[in-house]
C-alpha cells in the first residue's frame, strides 16, 4: 500500500492548500517566448533560472505548492530536439529540483519578511498572502498524451491510442520523475478517463502519492464520458490522495468539486483556467476572464483541500486565493 510522505500528509490532512497559477502566463510575462511545441518546459534546458523565478513569485504570493515545469515535458518530445534519454530524463529530474531549490529560497525570505498585512505587494516578502512558518511542497507535473502532441490534443482526448499504448507512454516519465523526489505527482488535464485508467495503473507502481485531476466540460470529460464515472476511477486507489479538475472553465469547477467529493469520499484538488479559452490553431487565448477568488469560499464547503488556478491565473489571484483559505494570518 503506498503511503503518503508524512510532511504532505500532515499538510493535506489539515488543509486546505494553496496550488500555484499558470506557470507558462508567469514565465511570458517576464519575457520568454513559449511558442515553441515544448512550451514551457523548453525553458527548462535553455534557461532553468526562469523556471525556477516563476515557482519562488508564486510562492511569495502565497502559494504552498509549486508545479514543476515538466507537464510538456517527455522522452519523445525532447527527442524531436535532438536529445537523447539520459539528457531528458536529467531535465525532468532538474524540474523538480528547481520546484525545491525555490521553495527553500522561498521559506528563507518568508521567515525575514514581516507578518503578512505589512508593506508588500503579491510576489515580495511581506506581501499579502505571505504564509510565513507553513511548509511548502513540490508536485511534479505528469500532463496528457496530448500535450505532448501540442496540437490541443489535451482538450479533447481520444487519440486513437488504447490504454496499453498510453501506459507504454506514461511510465518511463513517471519514473523518472518519481524517482526525483517530489512530495506529490500532479496527474493533471487528464481529458480521458482511458488515460486516467493508464496513468493510475503506474502511479499505483511507484510508492509516491498522486493528485488525479480531470479537464472537463460540464458534467463530463473532455472526452465525453461522464465526469463521474471517471472520478470512480481514483476511489479505491490508496496512491491517490486528491482527485478533481483542472484546466477548465471556472464554471465547470464550481459543477464538479461536489462531484468529486461524492463520488471518491477523497479531498478535491480544484485549479481552474482564468474562463478564456485556448485557441489552438490561432495559438492563442480568446474570450474575458472569469476566475474570481469569491469562488473559493464554495470549493471548499464542497470538499475542496487543493485550490490554485491554472492557464492564464497569476500571482496576484494566487494572493487573492491564500487570503481566502487563509485569511490574514
Not at 103 to 115: D, I, T, V
Not at 132 to 152: C, T, W
Not at 261 to 287: C, H, I, L
Not at 290 to 305: I, K, N, Q, S, Y
Amino acid at each position: 500500500m503506498t503511503t503518503t510522505p508524512p510532511g504532505f500528509a500532515a499538510a493535506l490532512a489539515a488543509g486546505p492548500l494553496v496550488l500555484d497559477g499558470g506557470l507558462s502566463n508567469r514565465l511570458e510575462a517576464a519575457g520568454h517566448d513559449l511558442s515553441d511545441a515544448l512550451w514551457s518546459a523548453r525553458l527548462l534546458a535553455d534557461r532553468p533560472e526562469a523556471v525556477a523565478a516563476a515557482h519562488l513569485g508564486y510562492f511569495l504570493a502565497g502559494a504552498e505548492v509549486a508545479t514543476t515545469a515538466s507537464y510538456q515535458a517527455s522522452f519523445e518530445g525532447f527527442a524531436r530536439r535532438g536529445l537523447g534519454r539520459a539528457e531528458t530524463a536529467r531535465l525532468l529530474t532538474l524540474s523538480v529540483r528547481l520546484a525545491r531549490d525555490a521553495a527553500r529560497e522561498a521559506a528563507e525570505l518568508r521567515s525575514a519578511a514581516p507578518q503578512p498585512g505589512g508593506p508588500g505587494r503579491p510576489g515580495e516578502p511581506g506581501g499579502p498572502g505571505g504564509g510565513a512558518g507553513r511548509p511548502l511542497f513540490v508536485a511534479a507535473s505528469v500532463g496528457p498524451y496530448g500535450a505532448v502532441l501540442a496540437d490541443g490534443s489535451e482538450y479533447r482526448g481520444r487519440y486513437g491510442l488504447g490504454r496499453a499504448a498510453l501506459e507504454r507512454f506514461h511510465r518511463p516519465r513517471l519514473e523518472v520523475l518519481a524517482a526525483a523526489g517530489p512530495d506529490v505527482l500532479a496527474v493533471e488535464t487528464i481529458p480521458d478517463a482511458v488515460e486516467a485508467e493508464a496513468v493510475l495503473a503506474v502511479v499505483e507502481d511507484l510508492g509516491v502519492p498522486a493528485w488525479l485531476s480531470f479537464c472537463a466540460a460540464g458534467d463530463r470529460t473532455r472526452a465525453g464520458q461522464p465526469l463521474a464515472e471517471a472520478f470512480a476511477l481514483a476511489a479505491d486507489v490508496d496512491a491517490v490522495v486528491a482527485v478533481g479538475v483542472n484546466c477548465c472553465a471556472p464554471a465547470d469547477a464550481d459543477r464538479a468539486v461536489a462531484l468529486a467529493a461524492e463520488v471518491t469520499g477523497k479531498p478535491v484538488v480544484v485549479y481552474p483556467n482564468s474562463g478564456e479559452r485556448w485557441d489552438a490553431a490561432a495559438r492563442g487565448w480568446r474570450g474575458a476572464p472569469a476566475f474570481r477568488p469569491a469562488r473559493v469560499t464554495g470549493w471548499l464547503a464542497d470538499g475542496a483541500r487543493l485550490i490554485g488556478g491554472c492557464c492564464r491565473v497569476g500571482e496576484q489571484e494566487i494572493a487573492d486565493v491564500a487570503r481566502a483559505v487563509h485569511g490574514a494570518d
